[in-house]
């Protein structure tokens, strides 16, 4: 167990909606990542926040929006959904800032399955 | 853009019939070299960070080895439970995220 909760673990929705994915972090750790992994692309990076500040910006659509809470707590919006958006989506925390990302503790992710 | 190419994509190993996987990157200015293990339907586990040219990590059966411009991750007589996909990631220096590879999927036969 890594310390990191996701949920939904998995979420099946249509075309066009708009989903919200939740990651707690581990106890103490103020730097939460986003990754969505897909079959043909590994996983990719999506975006990094550091106690309650955006840090980073990777592959993340318009469409995709997230935001990191006072309780360290964040959520991953994902709206207008495409058949192509079905993918796992991992957080991930550290206690560092980023500028030496060391080791990540990644949750057990959230599967989207988009029909 | 940072890169991570690792190869073979799959791997099936007999028992105790020991290997290593490559893991070839390009990064402008290396920080960290990174080796996590994912399990079917779980989250990749963190194994080991390597820094420079020349350093090695161990743990178990598993040793991870750093050059300028690859990694090798060594399975010394492995056993089923070492059956994953092992994921290389690289951090580049000024930068806070990790780009990985796709993986090597290793399956261990008893």
């Known amino acids: 167990d890594s310390g990191v909760t996701q949920t939904p673990k998995h979420l099946i929705t249509a075309t066009g909606q708009r989903v919200t994915l939740r990651c707690s972090p581990r106890s103490g750790d103020l730097s939460v990542y986003w990754y969505q992994q897909s079959l043909d692309q590994g996983l990719q990076f999506l975006i990094h926040?550091?106690?309650?500040?955006?840090?980073a910006k990777g592959n993340i659509l318009e469409r995709f929006s997230a935001q990191q809470f006072p309780d360290l707590h964040s959520e991953l919006n994902l709206s207008s959904l495409e058949l192509g958006d079905s993918a796992l989506y991992f957080c991930a925390s550290s206690v560092s800032s980023g500028t030496n990302t060391g080791e990540l503790f990644f949750g057990e992710g959230s599967r989207l399955t988009v029909l | 853009e940072d890169q991570v190419t690792q190869s073979p994509e799959a791997l099936r190993l007999q028992e105790g019939e020991s290997s290593s996987l490559n893991c070839s990157y390009t990064?402008?200015?290396?920080?960290?070299l990174f080796w996590y293990r994912q399990d079917p339907g779980k989250g990749p586990e963190f194994l080991f960070t390597l820094y420079s040219a020349g350093e090695e990590k161990e743990k178990e059966r598993l040793k991870a080895t750093l050059t300028k411009k690859e990694s090798f991750l060594h399975i010394t007589a492995p056993k089923p439970e070492d059956s994953a996909t092992y994921l290389c990631?690289?951090?580049?220096?000024?930068?806070?995220?990790?780009?990985f590879g796709k993986g090597n999927q290793v399956v261990v036969i008893p």
């Open positions: 926040y550091y106690n309650g500040e955006e840090r």
């Open positions: 990631a690289v951090q580049a220096q000024g930068n806070n995220r990790l780009a």
């Open positions: 990064v402008s200015g290396l920080r960290g």
